[in-house]
């Protein structure tokens, strides 16, 4: 982290016995032992809860691909089937019977038979023989 070499210590080391003197050096030390522990755990903790945030972003990332991934399934399964269904409504629609026709709507609807000259003067002679 800082680019302290041990000739750096042991300069920085002699002036704090110079600067706060043999008898008060070692609270010294150990009040700054203690604040730098306190600052490691701070570090760690927030690092943890850094970690633990981005778990939790990646885990809500996972959940809505998941979610997707189920419903473009869903989706997938259930247009053949509402495709088939449609077909099926369809031909069924289209396959219902035509209302049944009366005895005279036939007949109306047949047109009569053609005759020759030759067949009508056959029928004629029958007719008037009789």
Same mark, same amino acid.
């Given at each position: ?58 885990? @809500?990332?996972? =959940? ?11 989706? %997938? &399964?259930?247009? +053949?089937? #509402? !495709? ?8 069924? @629609?289209?396959? =219902? ?11 109306? %609807? &047949?047109?009569? +038979?053609? #005759? !020759? ?14």
């Amino acid at each position: 982290m800082f680019d302290i070499g041990w000739s750096e210590l042991l300069l920085i080391g002699i002036v704090a016995l110079v600067v706060i003197g043999p008898k008060d050096l070692p609270k010294v030390l150990r009040g700054l032992g203690a604040m730098m522990s306190k600052v490691r755990s701070m570090a760690a903790e927030f690092q943890g809860q850094f970690q633990d945030a981005m778990r939790d972003a990646e885990l @809500a990332d996972l =959940k809505k691909q998941a979610e997707d991934l189920a419903s473009s399934a869903t989706n %997938a &399964i259930q247009n +053949p089937v #509402q !495709s088939i269904e449609s077909e099926l409504q369809k031909s069924v @629609a289209e396959a =219902k019977p035509a209302p049944v026709a009366t005895d005279a709507q036939v007949d109306a %609807a &047949i047109p009569a +038979p053609a #005759q !020759s000259a030759g067949a009508a003067d056959a029928v004629r002679k029958q007719g008037g023989g009789a």
